[in-house]
């Protein structure tokens, strides 16, 4: 399994136990803080089942390369950037729009939303050369073999 589907799917199931832990705590008046089930619902959706998708997906789909470097998944490391910064600052800003005055964490809001978004480009692009038909990587390695020679 290539290193950046580990990192997605560990990442996945922490933010699971993350999302777990807000949820346990809404039952409970007393621990109860402003802007809880948006933070949790983020937490549950783009923290662990949109990160298991796309931790499983780069797993099960060919790569491009079996490079294990940076810059040999770039796209797939960008998109586990962009999600996860988009992802943190919706946790810190959520909460900070019910109790802070200013416009201030819904400008954050929106940043996080563009960097989740950015994630769901970069994720299209590192995933969308993996789809292929049969016969497209026999023409594709016949196109390799005709190149070396």
Same mark, same amino acid.
């Given at each position: 399994?290539? =290193?950046?589907?580990?990192?997605?799917?560990? &990442?996945?199931?922490?933010?699971?136990?993350?999302?777990?832990? !807000? $949820?346990?705590?809404?039952?409970?008046?007393?621990?109860?803080?402003?802007?809880?089930?948006?933070?949790?619902?983020?937490?549950?959706? !783009? $923290? #662990?089942? &949109?990160? +298991? +998708?796309? $931790?499983?997906?780069?797993?099960?789909?060919?790569? =491009?390369?079996?490079?294990?470097?940076?810059?040999?998944?770039? #796209?797939?490391?960008? &998109?586990?950037?962009?999600?996860?910064?988009?992802?943190?600052?919706?946790?810190?800003?959520?909460?900070?729009?019910?109790?802070?005055?200013?416009?201030?964490?819904?400008?954050?809001?929106?940043?996080?939303?563009?960097?989740? !978004?950015?994630?769901?480009? &970069?994720?299209?692009?590192?995933?969308?050369?993996?789809?292929?038909?049969?016969?497209? *990587? *026999?023409?594709?390695?016949?196109?390799? *073999?005709?190149?070396?020679?």
């Amino acid at each position: 399994m290539p =290193r950046i589907a580990r990192v997605f799917i560990k &990442t996945g199931l922490i933010y699971f136990l993350v999302s777990l832990l !807000v $949820g346990l705590t809404a039952e409970f008046n007393w621990l109860q803080f402003p802007g809880m089930v948006p933070l949790f619902w983020h937490l549950l959706m !783009v $923290g #662990w089942i &949109t990160q +298991i +998708i796309f $931790g499983v997906s780069m797993w099960m789909f060919p790569g =491009r390369t079996r490079e294990e470097g940076f810059k040999a998944q770039l #796209w797939g490391w960008l &998109t586990y950037i962009f999600l996860n910064v988009g992802l943190l600052l919706r946790v810190i800003a959520e909460p900070a729009t019910y109790i802070a005055v200013g416009s201030i964490w819904n400008i954050v809001i929106v940043i996080s939303a563009v960097s989740q !978004v950015a994630a769901a480009l &970069t994720y299209i692009i590192e995933l969308w050369p993996r789809i292929q038909s049969k016969e497209q *990587r *026999r023409r594709q390695r016949k196109k390799k *073999r005709q190149n070396k020679q």
